[in-house]
C-alpha cells in the first residue's frame, strides 16, 4: 500500500513535471514569435466631375478626375468631343450647371485676386479656379493634366468639392477681369468619390 502511494505520488509529479516544461516551451515559442505590422493604407481623396454640353439636348463631352496629392490638387481633363482650338477652362465658384452654365457663377475667387493662370501664378496672384485654356485637336479630343499646390477637395477655403468645371467658347487671353474667353459651351459638377 505504501509502495502504491508513493508511486502514485512519483507519477503526479512526473506528470506535473512534464505537462508544466510543456507549457514554458509553448511559452518561449510564442514570445519569440513576431507579430505582423499592419500597415494601414489611406485612399486619396478624389472627385469627378463630367462635362456635358450646355446646349438644349446636353450630351456629354469629357471627364474630369481630381486626386489629392501630397503635392496638391491633380486634375486631369479628358475632352472627346469638343470644338477645335483653345477653350478657357476654370472652376467657377456654383456647383450647377442650370441655365446653360451660368448658374455656375463667375470663377472660384475665394481671395478675391485678379485674374491670372494659377499654376504660375499661385493663389495670391490668381483666381482659385484659373486653369487657363485646354488645347483640343481636329478630332474634338484634348486633355489637361495639371497638379495645383494649395487646392484641396473639401478641406480649407481652397475647397473645390461641389464647385463646377467650365469650358468656354473661346481661348483665356489672361485679359482682366475674367481673360475674356466666352460663352459657357460645357459645365460639369465636382462630385466627390465616396462621400
Known sequence: MKRTKILAIALSLSLFTWLYGCNNSNQAVGDNLQTPEVTQTVEPETAVAVISSTSETPTVIGEVNLTETASGLTITANISDAPPGEHGFHIHENGSCADAGQ?????????????????????????????????????????????????????????????????????????????????????????????
Open 103 to 195: 448658374a455656375a457663377g463667375g470663377h472660384f475667387n475665394p481671395e478675391n485676386t485678379q485674374h491670372g493662370y494659377l499654376p504660375e501664378d499661385g493663389l495670391n496672384d490668381a483666381h482659385a479656379g484659373d486653369l487657363g485654356n485646354i488645347e483640343i485637336a481636329q478630332d474634338g479630343t484634348g486633355t489637361l493634366d495639371v497638379t495645383v499646390p494649395g487646392l484641396t477637395l473639401e478641406e480649407g477655403k481652397y475647397a473645390v468639392g461641389d464647385l463646377a468645371f467650365i469650358m468656354h467658347a473661346q481661348p483665356d487671353d489672361f485679359g482682366q477681369p475674367t481673360g475674356n474667353a466666352g460663352g459657357r459651351i460645357g459645365c460639369g459638377t465636382i462630385d466627390i468619390l465616396g462621400s
